[in-house]
């Protein structure tokens, strides 16, 4: 029997003839020619949630440091935020080797721009239609980079600016938004906040940070694959971005868990 993890399941070449290295474009030069060409089928490595909000003056945006390798919390020190030009930040959550590609595309086109600066400088917005293109043309060729996106920062008339763009390319925009499990854990406390556009303009950084951290300390509570380690970016116009590293969930308490069925003794 061949226990070669590769052959199994494929037709004996003594019975059937090797394989048609030229089916599905295989590469013959390859150390492994009887292998077709292969794209990523799912996530090894991935990171959860990332979650943000607008407030008057900016954005507020936070990730955890966690790269998860299936169940097992493998990394406690994978940044996810990365800053870009002036005011804008990228969060990736989702598979963390495309995170790395998304990160040196960012970083190129970072480069490019400074060659050839003629006073106008990268803006939210043409990141985000940039990392859209990214993900659709990848998604266009059955490719595609497996993670969900938010850049923040502000537009072109100097508006705080928040959207999101996924796998699939698909885009849109919210004065709050979240990724992974936070759509579901988060988003509902982001909105108590800020439920519509218009409710932007009353809430200050104090109070959109601490919506944040609130959310980052119930992630970690429910989501198994999260950590109390995070870090966090603020974009104001005063200030510019404030890169916070190496944050931590404070006042945790797990009394909420005898409650839960299942959780420690129980009676019956």
Known sequence: MDHDPFRWGRPNDATYGGYNTKIAHANPQA?????????????????????????????????????????????????????VGENTVVGISGDISDLQYI??????????????????SLRAPHIHEYLQKVFYARRSKMDPLWNSTIVGG??????????????????????????????????????KVIFEEKDVEKVDEETARNAIKECMKVLYYRDARSLDKYSMITITKEKGVVFEKNLRSENQSWRFAKDIKGYGTQKV
């Open 103 to 120: 990160s040196r595309l960012l970083e190129d086109l970072e480069i490019d721009n400074n060659y050839d600066y003629d006073g106008h």
């Open 154 to 191: 502000f537009d072109d008339e100097g508006k705080p600016f928040l959207k999101y763009v996924d796998l699939l390319g698909v885009k849109y925009s919210a004065p709050t938004l979240a990724t992974g499990f936070g759509a579901y854990l988060a988003s509902p406390i982001l909105r």
């Open 31 to 83: 150390g492994n020619a009887a292998m077709p060409t292969m794209n990523t089928q799912q996530p090894i490595v991935t990171g959860t949630s990332v979650i943000a909000m607008k407030f008057k003056d900016g954005i507020v945006i936070a990730a955890d440091n966690l790269g998860s390798y299936g169940a097992l919390a493998r990394f406690d020190d994978v940044e996810r935020l990365f800053p």
